[in-house]
């Protein structure tokens, strides 16, 4: 049964569909955790693109989600709901969620939760479950990259890029990304990237040819969409995989499907955020097995741009729209 429940709680919420002026601080009722969900007292929650949409009323959060935006948090569990045995009160722990992240409470099917990693502060554990969960299960489940294997990471200087450039290269991977500065590209290098490309200068396509011998990368993983997707075919290796998981550029495309067929290409893409709670209890222990030892080594780490108090949301947002940033935005909770 849950325990000491709190009566309300601080948070932020999105006044109106509009820009980052809309998210304001409020007060609203704690929530309470139901059969097979903890309350969790929330340190820190991660800022992400799907928030920002959301804001601007451009992605719903799914039927019986919280309204408020959030995606991932870190802090303890306070309260636990009936046929949660796994949790217990005070455990420190992390999570991917459908929404309510950015508030002092969150209630979190236990399945999605997953222990703060060794040594990892509360800020770092809120940055890992939202990047850490898409690049697994788009990088290495759908597009099944292998050691030996080379990817393609567009936008590496994102939180999912950061990620993905450092799980891949821990995987045994070759791995080129795009990035929008010069400094963005040693950023992305200095996290293990084989060659960054600015792609306001160079031309990815020509590079990638050059640097391998024209045959090409076995994955990409795309945020950009448009008509990047035409240009990433031209340089996929016969039975390469495309994975798309955003469309920055917009999701209409205009494609010759000639190479996709004589090169035996995969073209795919996902969303997390409305798959079944079984589905992503998956995902937590497929990290928990493959990833957690890594974070736990040292051997990769998330890369924090900045924090920001929870009231301070609106700055977070202008940071996270004006791409300046290199790796993840965080929010911090107070009491």
């Given at each position: 049964?849950?325990?000491?429940?709190?009566?309300?709680?601080?948070c932020?919420?999105?006044?109106?569909?509009?820009?980052?002026?809309?998210?304001?601080?409020?007060q609203?009722?704690?929530?309470?955790?139901?059969?097979?969900?903890?309350?969790?007292?929330?340190?820190?929650?991660g800022?992400?693109?799907?928030?920002?949409?959301?804001?601007?009323g451009?992605?719903d959060?799914?039927?019986?989600?919280?309204?408020?935006?959030?995606?991932?948090?870190?802090g303890?569990?306070?309260?636990?709901?009936?046929?949660?045995?796994?949790?217990?009160?005070?455990?420190?722990?992390?999570a991917?969620?459908?929404?309510?992240?950015?508030?002092?409470y969150?209630?979190?099917?236990?399945?999605?939760?997953?222990?703060?990693?060794?040594?990892f502060?509360?800020?770092?554990?809120?940055?890992?479950?939202?990047?850490?969960?898409?690049?697994?299960?788009?990088?290495f489940?759908r597009?099944?990259?292998k050691?030996?294997?080379?990817?393609?990471?567009?936008?590496?200087?994102?939180?999912?890029?950061t990620?993905?450039?450092?799980?891949?290269?821990?995987?045994?991977?070759?791995?080129?990304?795009?990035?929008?500065?010069?400094?963005?590209?040693?950023?992305?290098?200095k996290?293990?990237?084989?060659r960054?490309?600015?792609y306001?200068?160079?031309?990815?396509v020509?590079?990638?040819?050059?640097?391998?011998?024209?045959?090409?990368?076995?994955?990409?993983?795309?945020?950009?969409?448009?008509?990047y997707?035409?240009r990433?075919i031209?340089?996929?290796?016969?039975?390469?995989r495309?994975v798309?998981i955003?469309f920055?550029?917009?999701?209409?495309?205009?494609?010759?499907?000639?190479?996709?067929?004589?090169?035996?290409?995969?073209?795919?893409?996902?969303?997390?955020?409305?798959?079944?709670v079984?589905?992503?209890?998956?995902?937590?222990?497929?990290?928990r097995?493959e990833?957690?030892p890594?974070?736990?080594?040292?051997?990769?780490?998330?890369?924090i741009?900045?924090?920001?108090?929870?009231?301070?949301?609106?700055?977070?947002?202008?940071?996270?729209?004006?791409?300046?940033?290199?790796?993840?935005?965080v929010?911090?909770v107070?009491?």
């Open positions: 049964m849950a325990i000491a429940l709190p009566d309300s709680m601080n932020v919420e999105i006044a109106e569909p509009g820009g980052p002026e809309v998210l304001r601080a409020v609203r009722t704690a929530p309470v955790p139901g059969p097979g969900e903890v309350l969790v007292e929330v340190a820190a929650a800022v992400n693109r799907p928030d920002v949409l959301q804001r601007k451009l992605y959060p799914p039927k019986g989600a919280s309204d408020l935006p959030g995606l991932e948090i870190a303890r569990v306070v309260a636990i709901g009936e046929n949660v045995t796994e949790w217990g009160s005070d455990d420190q722990v992390c991917l969620i459908a929404g309510g992240g950015y508030a002092q969150c209630v979190v099917p236990a399945e999605q939760l997953l222990p703060v990693p060794k040594g502060s509360m800020i770092e554990a809120a940055a890992v479950p939202e990047t850490f969960f898409t690049v697994w299960t788009n990088v489940e597009g099944g990259l050691r030996g294997e080379t990817l393609l990471v567009h936008g590496g200087s994102s939180g999912i890029g990620t993905a450039i450092q799980l891949a290269k821990a995987f045994g991977a070759t791995v080129f990304t795009t990035a929008g500065s010069a400094d963005k590209c040693r950023a992305c290098e996290l293990g990237a084989d960054a490309i600015d306001k200068t160079e031309d990815f020509a590079v990638i040819k050059e640097a391998t011998q024209g045959r090409g990368v076995d994955v990409v993983l795309d945020m950009v969409g448009g008509d997707i035409a990433d031209e340089i996929m290796a016969p039975d390469g495309h798309s955003a920055l550029n917009g999701p209409k495309v205009s494609l010759n499907m000639f190479p996709v067929m004589t090169k035996r290409l995969t073209l795919t893409g996902s969303t997390l955020r409305a798959r079944p079984g589905e992503k209890g998956r995902i937590a222990k497929a990290l097995a990833v957690w890594l974070l736990e080594s040292g051997r990769i780490k998330p890369v741009h900045q924090t920001f108090p929870l009231e301070q949301a609106a700055d977070a947002h202008r940071l996270m729209e004006s791409s300046a940033h290199v790796g993840k935005i929010l911090t107070g009491p």
